[in-house]
């Protein structure tokens, strides 16, 4: 059993806008997109580590804060960006 992280990456950026990070994709202008588990919100952030902005995906949690808890996955295409709401129990669509 492991018990230390073979720390074999490199760091893109950390804390910020980021808040249990369970889920990323690069989206077609390159950004990367990650999912939150701890409030509900997507991030985008440059590849050289500047996190650019977070939606809300999830607030339905009764939990503080809101959305906590309910974003586990995420995916896109050209057009739009899916994600997985365990919260809801569903897999959603953001145009």
């Given at each position: 059993?492991?018990?230390?992280?073979?720390?074999?990456?490199?760091d893109v950026?950390?804390?910020?806008?980021?808040?249990?990070?369970?889920?990323l994709v690069?989206?077609?202008?390159?950004?990367?997109?990650?999912a939150n588990?701890?409030?509900?919100?997507?991030?985008?952030?440059?590849?050289?580590?500047?996190?650019?902005?977070?939606?809300?995906?999830?607030?339905?949690?009764?939990?503080?804060?809101?959305?906590?808890?309910?974003?586990?996955?995420?995916?896109?295409?050209?057009?739009?960006?899916?994600?997985?709401?365990?919260?809801?129990?569903?897999?959603?669509?953001?145009?």
């Amino acid at each position: 059993m492991r018990t230390t992280t073979a720390y074999t990456g490199t760091d893109v950026t950390a804390n910020g806008l980021l808040n249990g990070p369970l889920g990323l994709v690069v989206a077609p202008n390159g950004n990367i997109l990650v999912a939150n588990g701890n409030d509900g919100l997507v991030v985008e952030i440059q590849p050289s580590g500047q996190q650019l902005s977070s939606k809300q995906l999830d607030s339905t949690n009764s939990t503080v804060p809101p959305g906590a808890g309910c974003l586990f996955g995420i995916a896109t295409t050209a057009t739009a960006v899916y994600f997985v709401d365990d919260c809801s129990n569903a897999l959603l669509v953001l145009h």
